[in-house]
């Protein structure tokens, strides 16, 4: 059973490790600190994580002011089971709570991410930098549907 709650400052060791265990999207060139993330996660945005029998395995982070999804990021051993869909339901849903009309994200093409953002409805928008793509959700319409 998985639980989706807010992030709070201590949970991000934690994130930081989760961060640095994935192997697809890994960070290559770019190096965050804690800084970064308490920057995200308190004035650009807000986070959500997810626990599994008590042990942080994913989280999101939205940034509102930038009007993108910042991370997404699951433990290895705990992908495909619907954990980074549950955690995209509740940081789409509050972004768009935010009055956000649409959200941007990059992403590595070819990648588990890439294929989750299509089947969610999030539609490419072109490269963004030699080795990743701009997607973009539009804010759904009163039928579910982005919109158009
Ligand atoms: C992208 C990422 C966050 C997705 O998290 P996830 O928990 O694996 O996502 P989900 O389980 O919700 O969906 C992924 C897959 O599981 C399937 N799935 C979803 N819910 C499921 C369920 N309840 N039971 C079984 N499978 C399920 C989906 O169909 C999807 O299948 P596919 O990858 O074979 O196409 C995760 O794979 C990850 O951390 N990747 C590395 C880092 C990364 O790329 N982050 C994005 C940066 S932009």
């Not at 934690?14 to 996660?41: F, G, H, K, P, W």
Request: hydrophobic share 40%; glycine share 10%.
């Amino acid at each position: 059973m998985h639980d989706v709650r807010p992030a709070r400052l201590i949970d991000i060791p934690a994130l930081m490790e989760i961060r640095a265990s994935v192997r697809e999207n890994a960070l290559v060139a770019l190096r965050l600190s804690r800084e970064d993330y308490v920057q995200a996660l308190t004035v650009d945005g807000r986070g959500f994580v997810c626990d599994v029998d008590g042990q942080t395995v994913g989280f999101v982070c939205g940034r509102p002011s930038k009007g993108d999804i910042w991370a997404l990021f699951v433990r290895e051993a705990y992908q495909g089971r619907g954990i980074g869909s549950a955690l995209l339901d509740v940081a789409e849903a509050w972004m768009f709570e935010q009055g956000l009309d649409a959200l941007m994200l990059t992403t590595a093409p070819g990648t588990r991410a890439e294929r989750l953002y299509r089947l969610r409805g999030w539609q490419c928008e072109g490269p963004a930098g030699p080795a990743e793509r701009a997607y973009r959700l539009l804010r759904p319409t009163t039928t579910g549907r982005p919109a158009r």
